[in-house]
């Protein structure tokens, strides 16, 4: 079967960085990206990787390896307003596009 | 503006009763999706189509249906057959073909509630 797993929740204190992973096994791979979600809103793009290694967008990096069938998402300098649930979803052959259950982050002052 | 549009944003259904829920996309992107998410989960894959007229079956399939007659536009019907379908349903559109950009694009969101 097809699963993507990541961690349920995670809490970390404003103005420090947060590691979220997120492990799959898919039937082919065309891409893995991450996306944000706050209560009751559609999710936003943040990242994309296709290739091995680290893509930087400012606060946010991401990280894959697809040999083991990983990936994280780091956010640096976290804000109040990056409490939200962080989406990992795969792109597998065949240009399916499947998501894990999220990880809700609480960011505390 | 180029986007994703659906509508209603909330819909009530009376049990028994089949809904059609719009998604129009003017991005000219050749794939669509449908996603159900419940309360504090993650999205499930309903359907989805790369061209038109071409639809798959994603992995909680059973008690919806598709059309893909226009490439803008991938209308969801929730039937009757549907026995849990109070939940939030995401359209999304994403390109295929331009590797560099595939990411996918959500509309808003429709908020389904059976009464």
């Known amino acids: 079967g097809q699963n993507i797993d990541q961690p349920t929740e995670m809490t970390a204190t404003e103005g420090a960085i947060v590691q979220i992973n997120c492990t799959y096994q898919?039937?082919?791979?065309?891409?893995l990206f991450w996306y944000q979600q706050h209560a009751g809103e559609a999710p936003t793009f943040l990242s994309y990787n296709v290739l091995d290694g680290l893509e930087e967008k400012g606060r946010f990096s991401s990280f894959l390896s697809r040999s083991k069938g990983y990936s994280y998402l780091l956010l640096k300098e976290l804000q109040m307003k990056d409490s939200a649930s962080y989406l990992c979803?795969?792109?597998?052959?065949?240009?399916?596009?499947?998501f894990g259950a999220g990880t809700r982050l609480f960011v505390k002052a | 503006d180029g986007g994703i549009t659906q509508s209603p944003k909330y819909l009530f259904r009376k049990e028994g009763q089949n809904v059609t829920l719009s998604c129009e996309q003017n991005?000219?992107?050749?794939?669509m999706y449908w996603y159900r998410q419940d309360p504090g989960q993650g999205l499930r894959l309903i359907y989805y189509s790369q061209i038109v007229n071409d639809f798959q079956k994603g992995d909680i399939a059973e008690g919806y249906s598709v059309s893909r007659e226009k490439k803008e536009s991938f209308p969801l019907t929730v039937t009757s057959a549907q026995k849990n379908p109070t939940a939030f349903y995401l359209c999304a559109s994403s390109s295929i073909w331009d590797r560099a950009n595939t990411e996918a694009f959500f509309g808003q969101g429709t908020r389904l509630t059976v009464v």
């Open positions: 991005l000219n992107h050749d794939a």
């Open positions: 979803a795969v792109t597998t052959g065949g240009f399916k596009t499947i």
């Open positions: 898919t039937s082919g791979f065309n891409g």
